[in-house]
């Protein structure tokens, strides 16, 4: 057993593409926690979607054994979390059960909006910050100055900054040696009752929950009987483990140690994060403080192509709510699509994530409409009713007002491109709050803007324009009244449910004429002509004409080649597949999103 | 009396029709737009026709059980790239093996260039009473830019060469929709095209097939064929085949009573063919096959006594019928509805298609009435499962 003094716990706060998860694996290699013959990129990042995109989903936690230069054992347990804005949530539940952060800065980037509001967060929590600059090894690499940064940030001095290359290795010894000096011991009663964190679970197939556990007073053994308390669901422990990076059972976690458990459960909703586990008897009464639920920010309607697959979609969502508990999910029925979900996200990424694995896990082929946020309508007789989807709103004349979610919005940009950015804030309705300048060459700039205005393209639009130097983080603020109107859209003189968006009236004309430009790009030539128009309410605002198709054969079957033919219009079959019919119109996939792509 | 080309009865008698396809791949270069297998002058094996016909002659003799014969079409490639005397070994052999119907169709593929009044008439002596040209255009742009190496006049020649020899039918192919093409240049080609007297007319629009030189050139940025344009041009040349007296049995073709192709109404009507040369297609006993398409493969194949085949298909009941449903939908007499004809109409697809007047219902069959929708009605059809039948 690992006495406390020798236990250290953190976490890595990075931003993406800044080497946490090289980092993260240099760590193992160094400690002789994963043979270079076993080591491959992202080790930790299990989900095949996260090692494609580079980025963390789920969080993690990895015990390592060190060998400190004073010849003393350490067990370090490493807690990866995501990187992503979407996934905060994650963020802060990691955090809770560390004692220090490792805050890991692009020796040639410097600091993002994102590592600053994670570093926050972390300095809020109380956790003892380690500033790393990484990258040192690259040619533009500007480690003093990165370091300056940090320190002004943090409030430190330059010289309490680690540099390091996670890539050749630089650094790394320094790195270890600073997180056994620097970081605090876990504090914690040994002889109190259990009192266990569960900062994350995930559902496997075989085990059912597992939970990932952070001791904070007393220990758990395996076989004991536990309780979860905000669910008062006794279970037994049937079993206890770390992961090294490969999972390894133990008998017992002791006070201050991380690991996982196993209790046979198979509906994550009972085994809430943030929940506190203790002994069935003889626990403790005082359940530790608990987290924030994980509030969905974006809402999208998804149908699977072929109605048939309405009860699969279900199942499938049920089955990703085990590993997701972020994600919520209520039926919905468009007359354009048919059957399909309502579903909340926590941004666009967490959005895209979840569709690819509806897609690609469960072979569910799924048409998404254009992400909304949360609106709140105030009625005439005084009743607020929340908005979520366009169809939802009202009609007119019920209607007093619609208020929708505003977010404080925190951009990190290099100085010269303070203008492009106010320029493009403008444009999104946002309102100007403070500045200040992390040093003369980059500023923080702070808004109020609506979530609407940033939740699609606002991101990708702010990295074109500062040339990827500008970085972002928002955070929820009020609500707040908006002259909001619905655009619907008519394709054939019919409106299409799944098409209508809730936009501010300045820029509903704008908006009208983009998206049936799109539309008409986008949908294919149909046996007549099909013509597409925006309207408020009766008053069309927007209008184009797809022509009717005239010609769709080829020439003579060459000498006979029949079977080749027939091959060729099989494939053109299946590309035809991923249509839905409108009524009588043939409507791609990705019009249903071309709301997010427009040009205006 | 002769039966009208788009009567159903005519096509329903090309069913029971036996045919033969040679293919000669040889050609003096490549056209830009065609995918077929064919191997230029100066590429390897591109001037040894000698022993390419001697190995027709042997893949002939390998044919097990062949039938006699209504049609042969000489096709490639450019079949008047051999000799007189090759072609009529080639004829002679196929009538040793199979035999040859008495008023059998024998037709050649020819490029206006090559033909002279003294070929025409050894054509005709060796028993081709049918010859198709490769005009294309009459727009000397346009036959340029299809890598076409004949004149307007050449091609008016060769027509003439082929009236006075005593060709009982000569097809003119025309194609449309090339990015150098006029709505006027082809009025006029049309025009001119029609005066010549054709028994009969083929006009395809421009594709752009994988792999050729034009579809590499448009992937680069040059303009490919506007399907609009394409739809424009077709209907100004049915509506001046018509008027001229021939109708359309086809997507794409055109006769005077008397004059279809039996060769082509055959294949798409599931007739029996057997196919020989490089590339060349066989259908024959619910089988479907296919030859080597390289040239030297193929020759190694058929000189090591074995027949050339690239592969084989075996039709089961549906599919077999799903197929004759599909290539019948290109006949202008329609198809006959059968088992798949009823659940196709009646399907969601197939009731849009009715609505729309794209498909209708006649004496038991089922006419495309927008021939230039015919593939869009075919992938329809793909819809249609075993069990709905």
Known sequence: MTALSRIRNFSIIAHIDHGKSTLADRLLERTGAISERDMREQVLDDMDLERERGITIKANAVRIDYRAASGDMYQLNFIDTPGHVDFSYEVSRSLEACEGALLVVDASQGVEAQTLANAYLAIEEGLEIIPVVNKIDLPAADPDRAAEELAGVLGGAADEVIHVSAKTGAGVDDLLEAIVARLPAPEGDEHAPLRALVFDSFYDTYRGVVSHVRIVDGSISTGEAIRFMATSLDVHADELGIRRPSTEAVQRLNTGEVGYLVTGVKEIDLIRVGDTVTHSRGGTTKALPGYDEPKPMVFSGLFPTDGDDFERLREALDKLRLNDSSLVFQAETSRALGFGFRVGFLGLLHMEIVRERLEREYDLELVATAPSVAYVANLASGEQVPVRSPQDLPEAAGLVSIEEPYVKVMIITPSEFIGTVMDLVQQRRGEMGEMTYLSPERAELHYRMPLAEIVFDFFDLLKTRTRGYASLDYEPDDYQVSDLVRVNILLNGVPVDAFSTIVHRGKSYAYGKAMVGRLRELIPRQLFDVPIQAAIGSRIISRETIKARRKDVTAKCYGGDITRKRKLLERQKEGKRRMKMVGQVEVPQEAFVAALKLDM | ?389
């Open chain 2, 1 to 389: 009396m002769r039966p009208e080309p788009d009567s159903p009865a005519l096509a329903e008698a090309a069913r029971l029709w036996n045919s033969v396809y040679v293919h000669v791949p040889f050609c003096a270069r490549r056209c830009p737009y065609c995918d077929f297998a064919v191997v230029a002058a100066d590429e390897a094996g591109g001037s040894d026709t000698a022993r390419y016909v001697d190995a027709l002659v042997v893949e002939i003799g390998m044919e097990p059980d062949p039938p006699e014969v209504h049609a042969i079409n000489l096709g490639g490639g450019t079949p008047t790239r051999l000799h007189p005397r090759d072609l009529a070994r080639i004829v002679n052999t196929l009538d040793h093996r199979f035999g040859i119907a008495d008023n059998a169709e024998i037709s050649i593929e020819a490029n206006p260039e090559d033909w002279t009044p003294g070929f025409a008439r050894d054509l005709r002596q060796i028993g081709f009473n049918r010859v198709s040209f490769g005009i294309q255009s009459f727009d000397p742009a346009v036959l340029e830019s299809l890598g076409r190496v004949h004149s307007p006049q050449d091609a008016e020649q060769a027509v003439a060469a082929a009236r006075s020899a005593g060709f009982s039918t000569i097809n003119i192919d025309l194609i449309y929709g090339t990015p150098e093409e006029t709505d006027e240049s082809w009025g006029r080609s049309v025009d001119r095209a029609i005066e010549l007297e054709p028994e009969h007319l083929s006009a395809y629009a421009l594709t752009v097939e994988g792999g050729t030189a034009l579809s590499r050139a448009v992937l680069a940025g040059a303009p490919a064929p506007d399907p609009d344009q394409q739809a424009d041009r077709y209907e100004r040349v049915d509506e001046v085949a018509r008027s001229a007296g021939l109708v359309r049995y086809e997507v794409s073709n055109w006769a005077r009573p008397g004059h279809t192709c039996r060769y082509n109404l055959s294949t798409w009507m599931m007739g029996e063919f057997s196919g020989f040369g490089t590339g060349a297609h066989d259908h024959r006993g619910g089988v479907r096959a296919r030859n080597i398409r390289r040239l030297d493969a193929y020759l190694d194949q058929v000189e090591a006594g074995v027949r050339p085949r690239s592969g084989s298909e075996c039709l089961d009941e549906f599919e077999s019928e799903r197929e004759r449903f599909m290539v019948g939908l290109r006949l202008a007499a329609g198809v006959r509805t059968g088992s798949i004809g009823a659940p196709f109409a009646s399907s969601e697809e197939g009731r849009r298609l009715v609505d729309a007047g794209v498909i209708g219902a006649r004496d038991g069959r089922v006419v495309v009435l927008k021939p230039l929708l015919t593939d869009l009605v075919a992938r329809s059809v793909l819809s249609v499962s075993p069990g709905d039948c």
